[in-house]
């Protein structure tokens, strides 16, 4: 990543430690370089563009071609060509996944109501499985509960919706269910690697790529972090859980990153039909939504 300024030098310095303590895996980035970057512009991005921006955070052309022809069997990017360019865009299935990821990292408001889920029918413990991974906790092998945001894909289910008036219980409940230790340790780190890049990036603007390469970056930890915390309610959590510093520093940095960022993009990145539009309505959405959680 090219430095243009002081600010860019020491920005580039907190990429390097960034990296160092959390290393990337290049198909993972590619995800995030689609959800962040190409999603909201059409869907559709060159080859290049991505080898471009891998560049920036020391993953090469080869890993690059080669995470792409794993996501291209896995059925989550579909490949096309116009001349002698390759364009990839997402399938249906992964365009569904990333609109999903894409409601919890930008909407930002928390379910604060509780549902039981009993599963009935076969292969109970499969589905179970399904429900930790979104959050769940099981209370026997086909009882569970957890945040109502989310019901069970399976109709062999009853749902029964639950709550949680005395704060006190639901704490010690909680307590004894969920360890939010390993979540909150993330959240710190997060925190420590991005609060002096916000405190950086406001003494100076950055160099357009190197707000798009730190937005992605941002984009990528917060999202890791986020869709591994079980997102319980607010009710259910300390006050002083950093999960609640981590969201507003991830907005209030994006929103700050996201001129230079989105004008790189303008300038820069290409689809078959021409280049990316800089601004379009789904990511004006993204950062009016983002608006009130950055106060």
């Known amino acids: 990543m090219a430095a243009g300024n002081g600010a860019d030098d020491r920005v580039t310095e907190r990429v ?17 370089i689609y959800g962040d970057v190409v999603e909201p512009r059409g869907g559709v991005v060159w080859i290049g563009n991505l080898i471009e921006t891998c560049a920036a955070v020391g993953i090469s052309e080869t890993l690059v071609r080669t995470a792409v022809s794993r996501l291209v069997a896995a059925g989550q990017l579909l490949g096309e060509r116009e001349g002698r360019r390759s364009y990839y865009r997402l399938s249906r299935a992964a365009g569904s996944e990333f609109a999903s990821a894409a409601r919890i990292i930008f909407g930002g408001v928390p379910e604060e109501s509780w549902q039981l889920v009993h599963l009935t029918g076969a ?15 099981r209370l026997d092998p086909r009882l569970a509960i957890g945040p109502a945001r989310q019901a069970p894909a399976s109709a062999d289910a009853l749902i029964l919706r639950a709550d949680s008036p005395d704060p006190k219980a639901l704490a010690a409940f909680v307590e004894a269910y969920w360890n939010l230790a390993p979540h909150a340790a993330a959240y710190r780190m997060f925190l420590d690697q991005f609060a002096p890049v916000a405190r950086l990036a406001q003494t100076r603007a950055l160099a357009p790529a190197t707000a798009l390469t730190m937005r992605l970056l941002l984009i ?12 319980l309610p607010a009710a259910a959590l300390p006050q002083d859980w950093p999960g609640f510093e981590a969201r507003r520093l991830f907005a209030a940095l994006y929103r700050h990153l996201s001129p230079s960022a989105d004008g790189h993009i303008g300038s820069s990145f290409i689809s078959g039909s021409g280049p ?20």
Do not use: C, N, W
């Open 16 to 32: 390097e430690d960034i990296l160092v303590q959390t290393p990337l895996k290049a198909a993972g980035f590619i995800v995030t």
């Open 123 to 137: 292969e109970a413990e499969e589905r179970m499985q399904a429900l930790e991974r979104a959050g769940y906790a």
């Open 220 to 231: 990528h930890r917060f999202r890791t972090v986020l869709l591994h915390d079980p997102r």
């Open 276 to 295: 990316l539009s800089a601004v379009t309505e789904d990511t004006e959405k993204r950062l009016a939504d983002l608006e009130t959680q950055a106060a």
